[in-house]
């Protein structure tokens, strides 16, 4: 059951200044998150989805305190994170975590499975030596590992194991959000099953939110309770996640939908318009006009609202089918 709003973003932007020539003249801005509004409640996963370079990490990041936005602002627990100093800033480091994508580049390879999974516990000061190592039998046990692992190296072991070290480093300090940056991406098909499945146990044991970053709709469909489309910064669709795939009015979302591998075809995975690779940097109007078949003038020359389209349901379209 989902309970009350753990985190809340209001109108979050982060841009980037564009500089050229030798005294680094601003000639532009890069608008990686621009005016992003979602919230997370306390036990749910909301997935969050787009394209590459879409800004799905930049806000991960922003939301993590990992960086300082442009404007709006991330609340949790009714605090701005941005305010936070001193103890309270270290009390939120704690409750909210990164897993990022790559579970070898984000373990440190000179240090022991026992050492990865304690840093946390020893920086923090949670547990003496000997309950730190009933706590790390206890963490290897929650996700799936045996205990003669921990003299071993990350090189030793498998990318889904890496993976689980990386989630059982985590948990160590009994976070309450868990931001998780594409991290199935790089494991077979058979272990991302694996890895979802851990994630569902640990929410329902520990009461867990998460935000669930993924290129994939199909894996996210399978996990989060809700999905919010990303394009260009800008969030184009949101909704649960089986009023999503039943009734998607974004023409961006239908086109991830189609590229899911098990339902797509020759026919129709196929968008009208110009290539990503193609698309100018709009200044202003629908930062989707250019791939959008049904593309009016309006579309080219006003910004959408997120709008409701349904209970639950936003969208940030002109035309939504």
Not at 47 to 75: D, F, Y
């Amino acid at each position: 059951m989902i309970m009350a709003d753990l985190l809340e973003v209001k109108n979050l932007t982060k841009y980037y200044p564009v500089e050229k020539g030798v005294f680094k003249q601003s000639v532009g801005t890069v608008k990686a998150i621009d005016g992003v509004d979602f919230s997370i409640a306390v036990k749910e996963t909301l997935g969050l989805v787009g394209e590459s370079g879409c800004g799905k990490t930049t806000c991960g990041r922003l939301i993590a305190n990992l960086l300082p936005p442009t404007g709006g602002q991330v609340l949790f627990d009714d605090e701005d994170i941005y305010s936070l100093r001193g103890k309270h800033l270290t009390a939120f480091r704690k409750k909210v975590q990164v897993l990022f994508q790559d579970p070898f580049s984000s373990l440190d390879p000179r240090q022991s499975i026992y050492d990865i999974i304690t840093e946390p516990i020893r920086i923090h000061r949670l547990h003496n030596k000997k309950d730190t190592r009933t706590k790390v039998e206890e963490l290897l046990g929650l996700v799936g590992l045996p205990n003669d692992i921990v003299n071993g190296y990350p090189h030793q072991l498998s990318g889904g194991q890496r993976q689980r070290i990386g989630l059982a480093r985590i948990l160590s300090l009994n976070p309450r959000l868990i931001i998780a940056d594409e991290p199935v991406s790089s494991l077979d098909i058979s272990i991302q099953a694996q890895i979802i499945n851990l994630f569902k146990d640990l929410q329902q044991k520990y009461d867990l939110s998460y935000l669930f970053i993924s290129h994939d709709l199909g894996v996210v469909k399978h996990i989060a309770h809700r999905i919010a489309v990303m394009y260009r910064g800008k969030i184009m669709e949101l909704a649960d996640s089986e009023e999503l795939f039943a009734r998607p009015f974004h023409p961006y979302t239908k086109m991830l939908i189609q590229s899911i591998p098990s339902i797509r075809t020759r026919k129709n995975a196929v968008l009208a318009g110009l290539e990503k690779d193609e698309l100018p940097v709009p200044v202003k109007g629908c930062a989707f006009y250019a791939r959008c078949a049904k593309a009016e003038d309006r579309c080219r020359e006003m910004v959408p609202i997120l709008e409701p389209k349904g209970e639950k349901h936003f969208v940030c379209c002109w035309n939504p089918e």
